[in-house]
């Protein structure tokens, strides 16, 4: 097991803020538009609805096929996450805090959703091709406080882009100033789907685990 701070984090010199990724998406998430930029977070409540809303943001337009290769260089498609849930969220293995973070709330809220979140399948989808290779994210996904049995996909820059389109996300290659090494500028979003492959929901960046755990336990529930 390795300790979720990538390499790159002190190379870069990056300080990243859930406030700077934002919650801005959200809105374009419902109107279906694609981010080129990530605006300033509203107010948290609205940010961050608790299990009563989370019902309200199964949109249609988000979501869809994708292929890509998993850890061991094997294709992996949308199709086989068919028949169970799935928690997904789109990161790179040299993120300096916002990915770590943002896996360790989806782990800490599948403890708390109980014992039926089991079935829920955590996924990572890189980013960053050029740097991710199935190597790289079979031992980042291994990062201790990540979620147990994290599915790590990467691919093609073709792939990839065209993964990030389906989900709404927003990505571009940044170099700091005084930075030798780039960074990915990036949406943070986790969408969960259903086990027909359909989104449920999805939780901005600055979720609780309360209250995404919160959520899942009610979609469960549900019959998600």
């Not at 969960?192 to 919160?214: C, E, I």
Request: proline share 8%; with cysteine.
């Amino acid at each position: 097991m390795t300790d979720p701070v990538p390499p790159a984090a002190g190379k870069a010199g990056q300080t990243w803020t859930l406030a700077a990724i934002g919650v801005g998406l959200v809105a374009l998430l419902v109107s279906g538009g694609f981010l080129a930029r990530q605006a300033m977070s509203p107010p948290a409540a609205k940010a961050d609805a608790g299990s009563r809303d989370c019902r309200g943001r199964a949109f249609a337009e988000i979501g869809g096929p994708f292929d890509l290769v998993d850890t061991t260089g094997k294709a992996f498609t949308d199709r086989d996450l068919l028949g169970r849930p799935a928690l997904i969220y789109f990161g790179f293995t040299y993120c300096p805090d916002i990915c770590p973070m943002s896996l360790q709330v989806m782990a800490q809220a599948l403890s708390q959703a109980g014992p039926e979140a089991s079935r829920i399948r955590p996924v990572l989808i890189s980013l960053d091709p050029e740097r991710d290779s199935p190597a790289a994210m079979a031992s980042y996904v291994a990062s201790n406080g990540f979620p147990p049995g994290l599915i790590g996909l990467t691919g093609t820059p073709e792939q990839i882009a065209a993964a990030a389109k389906a989900y709404r996300v927003g990505f571009r290659k940044v170099t700091p100033d005084g930075a030798t090494d780039y960074v990915i500028d990036h949406s943070s979003i986790t969408y969960l789907v259903d086990s027909k492959g359909k989104l449920a929901t999805f939780f901005s960046g600055d979720a609780t685990p309360d209250t995404m755990g919160r959520c899942l336990r009610d979609l469960l529930a549900d019959g998600l």
